[in-house]
């Protein structure tokens, strides 16, 4: 159980919200699994238009996963009438994203007025085994006044 206190009272209804809105998501074909205060987990199936050369998810859909899941787990803690912009992230791509389905896991490591941390996690699902696939670090700046 998360000990993170949400700012916003409506954080769920914020992250879907600004979901709905992510196109780049919708490229993937991403949906938010769950959202928890300073967790978020999105899930997505294996499309053979994510793939890179040898079949596996890029490495720059899985990092795009990551990031958002990252970012919306930051969200989560963030105030009312503020948005949440990445400002830095390191990723570790621990083996090929080969997988039925994925789930990415963002978790607040440190939330901070301005700057939260996150983690990040990657799972493949193949033939009902689930296989930690990468990780991301990730930097996240609090940001009022945006739309």
Same mark, same amino acid.
């Given at each position: ?56 998810i890029h490495a720059g859909f899985v990092t795009t996963v990551l990031d958002s899941a990252c970012g919306y787990a930051a969200f989560t803690l963030m105030p009312e009438n503020t948005t949440v912009l990445t ?11 080969? &997988? #039925? ?8 490591? /440190?939330?901070?007025? =301005?700057? @939260?941390?996150?983690? &990040? #996690? ?8 689930? /296989?930690?696939?990468? =990780?991301? @670090? ?10």
């Amino acid at each position: 159980m998360s000990s993170h206190k949400p700012k916003n009272p409506l954080f769920k209804e914020s992250v879907v919200d600004s979901f709905a809105r992510q196109e780049a998501m919708k490229t993937v074909g991403a949906s938010i699994v769950s959202v928890g205060p300073g967790c978020v987990e999105l899930g997505f199936t294996h499309d053979q238009s994510l793939t890179q050369h040898h079949g596996f998810i890029h490495a720059g859909f899985v990092t795009t996963v990551l990031d958002s899941a990252c970012g919306y787990a930051a969200f989560t803690l963030m105030p009312e009438n503020t948005t949440v912009l990445t400002i830095e992230f390191k990723t570790n791509l621990l083996a090929p994203a080969l &997988g #039925e389905s994925y789930r990415a896991i963002g978790q607040v490591k /440190k939330a901070g007025r =301005t700057i @939260t941390v996150c983690d &990040g #996690e990657l799972f493949a699902m193949r033939e009902g085994e689930e /296989k930690l696939v990468a =990780t991301m @670090t990730g930097t996240l700046m609090c940001v009022a006044n945006r739309d």
